[in-house]
């Protein structure tokens, strides 16, 4: 029987799925890291930032499906209706601790 590590889960995170890929944030960069560490499951996170409105997706692989080159189906991180309330509870906090005369020149980079 062989030594095996704890390794349990590697994910890997992009924000931009427009960003370059075979250099990380990609699924294959999951499955070499899977297959040389050891990893029993891999998830990647890709944020989707690029379209102006995040819409954050991710794809699963175990074990079983690593060693495959079909690319594992894309699931959305959110349903439509959840993420279009989540943006607007957003928006209503950017309102409120920013009133219309002080957002006009507020940098929220200085929070």
Same mark, same amino acid.
């Given at each position: 029987?062989?030594?095996?590590?704890?390794? @349990?889960?590697?994910?890997?995170?992009?924000?931009?799925? %427009? /960003?370059?890929? *075979?250099?990380?944030?990609?699924?294959? &960069?999951?499955?070499?890291?899977?297959?040389?560490?050891?990893?029993?499951?891999?998830?990647?996170?890709?944020?989707?930032?690029?379209?102006? @409105?995040?819409?954050?997706?991710?794809?699963?692989?175990? %074990? /079983?499906?690593? *060693?495959?080159?079909?690319?594992?189906? &894309?699931?959305?991180?959110?349903?439509?209706?959840?993420?279009?309330?989540?943006?607007?509870?957003?928006?209503?906090?950017?309102?409120?601790?920013?009133?219309?005369?002080?957002?006009?020149?507020?940098?929220?980079?200085?929070?």
């Amino acid at each position: 029987m062989t030594m095996r590590e704890n390794n @349990l889960l590697v994910i890997e995170m992009k924000t931009n799925h %427009e /960003a370059q890929r *075979g250099n990380g944030g990609s699924i294959d &960069s999951v499955r070499t890291l899977m297959r040389e560490y050891g990893y029993q499951y891999g998830v990647l996170l890709d944020l989707r930032l690029s379209g102006g @409105l995040p819409n954050p997706s991710w794809q699963w692989l175990d %074990e /079983a499906t690593a *060693g495959e080159q079909a690319t594992p189906e &894309s699931k959305l991180v959110y349903e439509v209706e959840d993420l279009n309330a989540l943006i607007e509870r957003g928006r209503e906090e950017e309102r409120r601790r920013y009133p219309q005369d002080i957002r006009e020149t507020h940098d929220p980079g200085m929070d």
